[in-house]
């Protein structure tokens, strides 16, 4: 059982930048991915990014170049630093642990979810 724990979001105007952090707990040596997801009021929930144990890393095409995931072993946290920020990134962020859409229902850990809300 993996426990996640999100801390980070708040309110920024556009051109701003923002980091979020999701802290894990329990059985971290059996996760392979971790990865940020969001869900914008009346949308649905979508990728953001991973990192996956190897190091490697994707982004939505949305997001590339302007935000960036990383992780420290150390501290079992995984980070998601937000640049250059538009309206459109104003959603409730998630990050999740070897997340799977399974029949219509994500399985894996989630975190509590965190808002980010951008102001143009």
């Known amino acids: 059982q993996v426990q996640l724990v999100q801390s980070g979001g708040g309110l920024v105007q556009a051109g701003g930048s923002l980091r979020l952090s999701c802290a894990a707990s329990?059985?971290?040596?059996?996760?392979?991915?971790m990865a940020w997801y969001r869900q914008a009021p009346g949308k649905q929930r979508e990728f953001v990014a991973l990192?996956?144990?190897?190091?490697?890393?994707n982004y939505a095409d949305s997001v590339k170049g302007r935000f960036t995931i990383s992780r420290d072993h150390a501290k079992s946290t995984v980070y998601l630093q937000m640049n250059n920020l538009k309206p459109e990134d104003t959603a409730v962020y998630y990050c999740?642990?070897?997340?799977?859409?399974?029949?219509?229902?994500?399985?894996?850990?989630w975190g509590q979810g965190t808002q980010v809300t951008v102001s143009s």
């Open positions: 999740a642990a070897d997340p799977r859409l399974i029949g219509g229902v994500y399985l894996g850990s």
């Open positions: 329990g059985s971290i040596f059996s996760i392979n991915i």
């Open positions: 990192i996956a144990s190897g190091g490697s890393t």
